[in-house]
């Protein structure tokens, strides 16, 4: 079993290594370190499915701190035919004006739901979301001609993403594997990649500044906990209090 946060996911069949493994890799030359986690939140157990034909469940979360992010996190759900699941995002120490990095791809029996975006803290400020923007539109433009939209999300969610919010459903077919590794991959290098040029560049912002920046996360990682469409499906695979723990205490823990 796993005893640090950075010890490898090791979850024969999950769908989602090569991007986790893809991300991992290229946090090596910013020195990560383990981030706290508990060990019933390291790598979890569970069972979905019925009684005559059971599906084993499991949960693990990779994790990790750096110079200048105060937790990077990867919830990884493995449940065969049920679910194959990576939620990851970066969030930046508030100290600096960066966006957090977010993906979220999910299989499920119904298809792919596959997001991507480089998401704002404060919204409504040129300051925090300009440069950021400039750089993220023509990536974005490049990879979602691609694919099909995902459809609309709720109007109170909006002042949460960016313009360059990467949303797609992909069907569970050769044609949607062939999408996941031509496109979504890519894609997924590219935003990580400029994510990462601009947190090389970032220097710390004056205190005042920083505060607005903290209550920005605060606010943004209340909304995810508040909101995490994942938690109905966590709470079949593990149970109510588990998952309310992971939720608040790991996954937003702000
Ligand atoms: N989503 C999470 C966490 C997950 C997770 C922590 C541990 O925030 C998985 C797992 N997302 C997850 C699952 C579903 C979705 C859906 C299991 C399917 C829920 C279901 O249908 O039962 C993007 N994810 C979604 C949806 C959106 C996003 C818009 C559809 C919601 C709906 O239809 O109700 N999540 C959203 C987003 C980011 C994100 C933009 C960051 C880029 O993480």
């Not at 508990?38 to 994790?63: H, N």
């Not at 792919?112 to 300009?130: G, Y």
């Not at 990536?139 to 949460?160: C, D, M, N, S, T």
Request: overall charge neutral; hydrophobic content about 40%.
């Amino acid at each position: 079993s796993r005893l640090s946060s950075l010890d490898p996911v090791k979850m024969p069949e999950w769908r989602w290594a090569p991007f986790l493994s893809h991300a991992i890799n290229a946090f090596i030359p910013l020195k990560p370190e383990p981030y706290p986690v508990a060990p019933e939140f390291l790598q979890r157990e569970g069972k979905t499915g019925s009684k005559s034909q059971p599906i084993r469940v499991t949960t693990c979360t990779w994790a990790c701190r750096t110079k200048k992010f105060r937790q990077v996190r990867a919830a990884c759900v493995e449940a065969g035919r049920s679910a194959s699941v990576l939620n990851f995002v970066i969030n930046p120490y508030h100290t600096f004006d960066l966006p957090f990095f977010g993906a979220d791809l999910v299989t499920l029996p119904s298809g792919h739901l596959l997001a991507l975006d480089l998401q704002p803290a404060i919204t409504s400020d040129e300051r925090h979301t300009k440069q950021v923007w400039e750089r993220l539109m023509p990536i974005f433009e490049h990879w979602r001609v691609h694919l099909p939209e995902g459809g609309p999300i709720p109007e109170e969610a909006k002042p949460y993403f960016s313009p360059g919010f990467l949303w797609t459903r992909l069907p569970l077919s050769i044609e949607g594997n062939q999408l996941i590794d031509e496109v979504i991959m890519p894609a997924f290098k590219d935003y990580l990649n400029l994510y990462l040029d601009l947190v090389e560049m970032a220097e710390e912002v004056s205190p005042q500044r920083a505060f607005k920046l903290l209550e920005g996360q605060k606010r943004y990682l209340s909304y995810r906990a508040k909101k995490d469409p994942a938690r109905a499906m966590l709470a079949r695979f593990h149970g109510h209090q588990w998952t309310e723990s992971y939720i608040h205490n790991v996954l937003f823990d702000l």
